[in-house]
């Protein structure tokens, strides 16, 4: 009975700032409910109008309970706490009130689009009949279009017609300057591979150290671009070291005379400054067979007085006599020079000696 008799009873509460969003918040429910009709809850616009009514109606709380708070006084505290309470209650029903409004006027709304759903429905019916009706009729106009210009023609065989007149293209059809750079481009790319590879598969001569590591295996292999002496010399080192018991070297190439004799020079030259005993045997690749009969003894000759015998012998490209002689030699080094020996012969004289048991030392690439 106190409560009633308070005169604090019939306050009834406001505020600029509720009021404002009040309307904010009619606002954004509307637009929401709107934008319900076209997407689910998951689109993007959807969570950002829900989270704009969400803090809206935070900071309508806080304002609520600022109100509420600041306006009731009472001894009793009890009494203060229902004051509160009903002030809130009082502030928060037109906030509801506006919520309310605003789904029911989406709810009128969408009752009315559906209301004129049959008669859309209808209207586009007919308009789908009466398109139908004029793609035929324009296509019948056509075909008589057509059929009266072939008729135009044949009354009058001998007088030139104008059927279409002519125009002036914007630009040019023909050359097309990107297509025909991109596919000489592309040929020209495909037609350089095709080449270099045909080139490098016809080519038959011996270009690098390389082509010559990737053709065969030997003990050792020397070059020397600008020294040839020292190539010379760390081949006999290592036929010294490795073969001490070898007294009879022959110097030979597969298919390079003037290798041979460079490496022969070195050779001798090498021997003669260390004071080494040695003697030569120079095989002309004009002597017959016969010839080397007298080998023999000319290395048993020779060797009676001098360490080591060096033989310079022709190329093995077709001459059996060199085999003959690379036979009664301890072991044979090989001369190649780049750019003119072939990768064939080389392989065949290797398989050659390796099929005599012949031992080879190395190759010096001159």
Do not use: W
């Amino acid at each position: 009975n106190s409560l009633q008799k308070d005169p604090k009873i019939n306050y009834t509460p406001t505020s600029e700032l509720i009021e404002k969003y009040r309307e904010n918040l009619a606002e954004l429910q509307t637009k929401y409910n709107s934008l319900l009709q076209q997407y689910t809850e998951q689109h993007p616009e959807v969570k950002a109008i829900k989270a704009q009514i969400k803090q809206l109606e935070v900071e309508i709380d806080r304002e609520i309970k600022r109100i509420a708070e600041s306006k009731i006084e009472s001894p009793s505290p009890m009494l203060q706490e229902l004051y509160t309470q009903l002030i809130q209650n009082q502030l928060k029903l037109p906030v509801l009130q506006t919520k309310l409004s605003a789904t029911s006027k989406s709810i009128n709304e969408i009752e009315q689009k559906m209301k004129k759903l049959p008669q859309i429905e209808q209207e586009y019916l007919n308009l789908e009949r009466d398109y139908k009706i004029k793609q035929t009729v324009y296509s019948a106009m056509i075909q008589k279009y057509e059929e009266l210009k072939l008729n135009t023609v044949s009354t009058e065989i001998n007088k030139p017609q104008i059927i279409e007149p002519p125009y002036a293209p914007n630009n040019p059809s023909k050359p097309n300057k990107t297509l025909t750079l991109a596919i000489g481009s592309a040929l020209g790319l495909i037609m350089g591979t095709v080449g270099a590879f045909l080139k490098e598969a016809a080519d038959k001569k011996i270009r690098t150290v390389q082509d010559i590591q990737k053709l065969v295996q030997v003990p050792i292999m020397i070059h020397s671009k600008n020294n040839h002496s020292q190539s010379v010399k760390t081949m006999f080192a290592y036929i010294f070291t490795n073969y001490p018991e070898h007294r009879k070297i022959l110097i030979s190439s597969p298919d390079d005379e003037l290798s041979t004799n460079k490496v022969s020079q070195i050779a001798s030259e090498i021997l003669r400054n260390a004071s080494i005993k040695f003697n030569t045997i120079q095989l002309s690749s004009t002597e017959t067979q016969f010839s080397f009969q007298i080998l023999d003894s000319k290395l048993n000759e020779k060797l009676g007085k001098d360490d080591y015998v060096i033989i310079q012998s022709p190329e093995f490209k077709n001459n059996y006599d060199t085999l003959i002689a690379a036979k009664k030699a301890d072991g044979v080094i090989i001369t190649l020079r780049l750019n003119f020996s072939e990768k064939l012969e080389l392989l065949n004289t290797l398989s050659l000696l390796e099929q005599n048991n012949i031992q080879v030392y190395g190759i010096i690439v001159m």
